[in-house]
């Protein structure tokens, strides 16, 4: 197979959830102009109208608006419903919704933990078991789970007052290997990408002037002295959906400027 055919998404259709903006509108971008048709799922539908306009002038690709709470089972199951009723295949998931909710850590409400909880790690598995049914049925797919380099590691309070946070990705990040292992004889592969600090509204605060101080200090621990934007994260993508990277399955891969090595 030719290098462009091995990156092609031709004819495949990628379900990306949070993708009316931030990463996961990054990663939308690069599916669709490597050819995928896509499935935009996000809570907000102004959000989603606004990114499925702009891909689909920009690349001539189909792309599909549904909103939905990746929180609650019963909107998980609706937007399957509607989203398999638009598409016949689902070839590429991408698990991006996510959450994050500051408040000290000693004081750190309960209420909020179980939210971040229910997006970040019961609403992957939730979309990630009826997908993968259809996955298996059609003879195969691609899942991309998006952790984060939090997973790895712990955080200054003043840079990252999110306690439970780290706590989800790293559940992301097992749950990624052991799907890998248990979804490989449907040749579902699985892998994980954990951006590091990228340049998105929920990181919008950090570069407040009240925040000035984190941000140089997050930049200090960054060896490419930036924060990541569209194209560092949308080819990274493109090869985890697509034949590129067709004997990888299990893989968490750091897109973070080098802030892990350091």
Known sequence: MKLNELFSLKDKTALVTGGGRGIGKFIATGLAEA???LILVSRKMKNLESAAKEISEAFGVQVYPIACDIAKAEDIENMVKAATEKCPRIDILVNNAGATWGAPTLEFPLERWDQ???????GVWIL???IANIMKNQGGGSIINISSVMAFRGSEEMAHPAVPYNSTKAAINLLTMNLAVKLAPYNIRVNAIAPGFFRT?????????EFKKAYEMILAQIPLRRVGDLDDVKGLAVFLASNASAYMTGAVLANDGGYLAK
């Open 201 to 209: 509204d929920m990181m919008a605060y950090i570069e407040k002037p």
């Open 116 to 122: 971040l909880f229910n997006v970040n790690v019961r």
């Open 128 to 130: 990630t078991q009826k």
């Open 35 to 37: 050819g995928a048709d």
